[in-house]
């Protein structure tokens, strides 16, 4: 598996901090001996890689980011990005799709998110909008599914209703944690499967490390089991963990949950 470092932000000046991320959360892997289907980890012998980017040109960036993606994505069998805010996930998603599109294959998008990320775009699209960007471009709706939203602006809301979009609430989850996997596993069968954690899917009282907090989340250890189970999934693609900031977070509780969510990839 290769990890690779995407330090990409465009969150209006609101996310500055998230491209330091994938260091800190690497450097916190070293303190994780195992995971906890008893896989030895040492750094030192992981695949890892960097996109190198400029975020004061975002339309570079965001090249940057999709031609890496899409060579990533032709030559590895599964990838973890480390963002980066969540607009890193527009152009990782296109070239995922312009992959599985160029091989013949269903792709697959599953979002763990607190938010939507449906607002109208901009041309280089905000952590707030790279998923209607996306679905602009052409992602077909029926095969994205939103997992724990729970604050939404009406216009995504309006959006949301209008393309069909398959979401899954927080109370839904919570309802039956293990159902709801069996739920996610069906809607990812036959299809290339990419997920993206926002880690604000988490509480902040687990999570504090990010920029929009959202309160009623899951705990920490929900989000583990649900990333474990996921792992399983055998046409697992790519999984982007973003919007973990390092400097808005508290006794390192959110880096060290990256870090821990990452383990259980390996």
Not at 59 to 76: A, D, H, P, R, V
Request: aromatic letters at 6%.
């Amino acid at each position: 598996m290769l990890i690779v470092k995407v330090p990409g932000i465009n969150g209006l000046g609101k996310t500055k901090g998230c491209e330091k991320a994938g260091n800190v959360i690497l450097k916190n892997l070293k303190e994780i001996h195992s995971n906890e289907q008893g896989i030895p980890i040492d750094v030192k012998l992981l695949d890892l890689e960097e996109v190198h980017l400029d975020n004061s040109n975002l339309e570079l960036t965001n090249n940057l980011i999709y031609k890496n993606s899409l060579k990533i994505f032709e030559i590895q069998p599964k990838t973890v990005f480390l963002g980066g805010d969540h607009s890193i996930s527009y152009s990782t998603g296109k070239a995922f799709f312009d992959y599985c599109e160029s091989q013949g294959k269903k792709s697959c998008l599953i979002v763990f998110d607190a938010h939507a990320d449906l607002m109208p775009p901009m041309k280089e699209p905000t952590h707030e909008e790279w998923l209607r960007k996306l679905i602009e471009e052409g992602f077909p709706t029926e095969d994205i599914l939103l997992v724990g939203v729970r604050n939404m602006w009406k216009d995504e809301l309006i959006f949301l209703k209008k393309n069909n979009i398959r979401t899954i609430s927080m109370n839904q989850l919570l309802d039956n944690l293990q159902e709801t996997c069996d739920i996610i596993m069906e809607f990812s069968n036959n299809k290339e499967l990419y997920v993206s954690v926002d880690v604000d899917i988490i509480d902040p009282v687990f999570a504090p490390g990010t920029g929009y907090i959202e309160p009623g989340g899951l705990t920490s250890r929900e989000f583990i089991y649900l990333i474990q189970r996921i792992n399983k999934i055998k046409n697992l693609k790519a999984v982007d963990i973003v919007e973990i900031n390092p400097k808005k977070d508290r006794e390192g509780l959110t880096v060290k949950l990256g870090a821990k969510i990452l383990a259980e990839l390996l």
